[in-house]
């Protein structure tokens, strides 16, 4: 089960599916509430509130009625990480990809708050022309290539399907979110770091740093930034199909 980062969506993962279901894994990557084609309020934060995202994956991964591999890109695996330390029963490992410890980088953050403060006086058309202008945060994610599994039209139908006070509240979220590993690496789970050669959200020393604490496999993928899914979605793939060959036991039962 996939979760998709900040303005992302399920179709980030399009790529992915194809290799993965051939080494025999059924996939599932979801909207989250408000995202693209997941309803949610468009002007209540308070629904957004990192908990609520937390137990929307628990539901989630309950309507499928197995235990699953999470998988969280970016802003999607701070929301794992919540809902797997909230209730790690349902999930069989963690997967962070280009994911790190704590809040963005400080370059980062002052994109993300150019945002917001625009999300705050413009609507959601407006805003996607500035973006186009001067270039989303690269949290944001940059436009696909035409030839991609999203161009450019469906990218912008995406951005006008999400609802601001999803965006405002998760990227007040990117710009404060704590450290949290050492509760995450009490859990016992099997961790997977994935991330690409280069990443300006979270620096890749960073987020080896994170995978030393949580004893979790590193994967570096050659060739691919902040979205290795959609960077380089074949050794993406191969990667995490590896890591689920490897821990297809389920973990033993977590007591807190």
Not at 97 to 121: C, F, H, N, Y
Not at 145 to 166: F, I, K, S, Y
Not at 223 to 252: C, I, K, M, Y
Request: proline share 10%; aromatic share 6%.
């Amino acid at each position: 089960m996939m979760l998709p980062g900040f303005t992302g969506s399920k179709e980030d993962f399009t790529l992915l599916h194809r290799p993965l279901g051939a080494r025999g894994y059924r996939t599932v990557a979801v909207d989250g509430r408000g995202q693209y084609e997941s309803d949610g309020p468009e002007h209540d934060e308070s629904t957004y509130a990192r908990p609520e995202l937390a137990r929307d994956v628990l539901a989630q991964a309950a309507a499928l009625g197995t235990r699953v591999h999470l998988v969280g890109h970016s802003l999607g695996g701070q929301i794992a990480r919540a809902a797997v330390l909230l209730d790690p029963a349902p999930f069989l490992s963690l997967t962070l990809m280009s994911s790190g410890p704590a809040r963005i980088s400080e370059s980062q953050r002052q994109r993300v708050k150019l945002l917001r403060d625009a999300l705050d006086t413009m609507t959601m058309a407006e805003v996607w022309e500035v973006m186009q202008a001067m270039g989303p945060p690269e949290e944001a994610g940059a436009p696909a290539p035409a030839h991609g599994p999203e161009d450019p039209v469906r990218l912008r139908d995406r951005w006008l399907g999400t609802r601001p006070a999803q965006l405002l509240a998760t990227g007040r979220q990117l710009c404060t979110e704590p450290d949290r590993v050492a509760e995450l690496a009490a859990v016992p789970l099997p961790f997977h770091v994935l991330s690409g050669t280069y990443d300006d959200t979270w620096p890749v020393p960073l987020l080896d740093e994170m995978a030393l604490r949580l004893d979790a496999r590193r994967t570096v993928v050659a060739g691919a930034e902040h979205s290795p899914n959609t960077d380089q979605p074949l050794p993406t793939a191969r990667a995490l199909a590896d890591f689920w060959d490897d821990h297809s036991v389920p973990p033993r039962p977590y007591v807190r």
